[in-house]
Structures are given as structure tokens and as C-alpha cells.
């Protein structure tokens, strides 16, 4: 099983960045994914996530309107455009998956399997 983050980077505030997370090793279309980030001195959180049809979207309060999830079927990955960019944002940014029974739910809880990570830098 592998879920392989990229498109992190340094960017100024206001700005924009794509994330992407590729999977591997597993049945894609059964697994929610989510994003999660980890700002230096604070703990993992969740940011957003995606039920395994994509037809359920998630986000928490600070990156609602600025952040938008998708999932690519065809090509087992799953995307977060990030707009608007705050310092705030900074932190490490990981993908996860977990198995759902429903196409219709996802949350940020009890993740199966976790990415490496890619780091995002917003400066002000």
C-alpha cells in the first residue's frame, strides 16, 4: 500500500497550490481519503476528506471556501486546491485512507493508511 503526496512548496501568502496524493496497493474506490496537516509544535488535524464515491466533501472551518477536494477515479488519486494561502497553513500536509461501507460519509477518524507527507510553506 503506498499513498504518495506532492505539489507542496514554498509559496507567498495569497497564492495557490495543488496538492495531489497518488495511491497504490489497494481498492481505491472503496476508501475515503483525507487530508491532514501538522503545523511545527501542534498536533495532526484534519483539513478535508472525500467519500470513496466523491460524492461527500469535508472541510474544516478555517480552510472553507480556500480549499477544494476531488478524486480522480482513473487515476486512484485525489487532489487538494488550495487557494488563497495564509501563513497559517503552513505545516506538513499528509493523505489517508479509510475503508468505508457507504459512498456517502467520510470523517477524520481511525485513518487505514497514511502518506509521508508534503510540506507547505506560506510565507507572509
Known amino acids: 500500500v503506498q499513498l504518495v503526496e506532492s505539489g507542496g512548496g514554498l509559496v507567498q501568502a495569497g497564492g495557490s497550490l495543488r496538492l495531489s496524493c497518488a495511491t497504490s496497493?489497494?481498492?481505491?474506490?472503496?476508501?475515503?481519503i483525507g487530508w491532514f496537516r501538522q503545523a511545527p509544535g501542534k498536533e495532526r488535524e484534519g483539513v478535508s476528506c472525500?467519500?470513496?464515491?466523491?460524492?461527500?466533501?469535508s472541510y474544516v472551518d478555517p480552510v472553507k471556501g480556500r480549499f477544494t477536494i476531488s478524486r480522480d477515479h482513473a487515476k486512484n488519486t485525489v487532489y487538494l486546491q488550495m487557494n488563497t494561502l495564509k501563513p497559517e497553513d503552513t505545516a506538513v500536509y499528509y493523505c489517508?485512507?479509510?475503508?468505508?461501507?457507504?459512498?456517502?460519509?467520510?470523517?477524520?477518524?481511525?485513518?487505514?493508511?497514511w502518506g509521508k507527507g508534503t510540506l507547505v510553506i506560506v510565507s507572509s
Open positions: 496497493g489497494f481498492r481505491f474506490d472503496d476508501y475515503a
Open positions: 489517508a485512507a479509510v475503508f468505508y461501507y457507504s459512498g456517502s460519509y467520510c470523517d477524520y477518524v481511525d485513518q487505514d493508511y
Open positions: 472525500v467519500s470513496k464515491s466523491g460524492g461527500f466533501t
